[in-house]
């Protein structure tokens, strides 16, 4: 038995939507675990926190 799902066209925008979040989400991340010994100064936060962070929005 095989069962095929099919997107309808009003799932179209939602999909954008959550690709562009996962974009979104993804260069956050690598911007907080490059960054993270600048950041740290400005948000007050330690470096292992934002590199930690930073993994975690990646993965």
């Given amino acids: 038995m095989t069962t095929t799902l099919t997107a309808s066209p009003t799932q179209a925008p ?6 562009l979040d996962a974009a ?3 260069a956050l991340g690598v911007a907080a675990a ?8 400005l948000l007050g936060l330690t470096s292992g926190l934002l ?9």
């Fill in 51 to 59: 590199v930690g962070v930073g993994v975690f929005l990646v993965a």
């Fill in 24 to 26: 979104a989400s993804g």
């Fill in 14 to 19: 939602l999909r954008r939507v959550l690709l």
């Fill in 34 to 41: 490059a960054g993270a010994g600048v950041l740290d100064g």
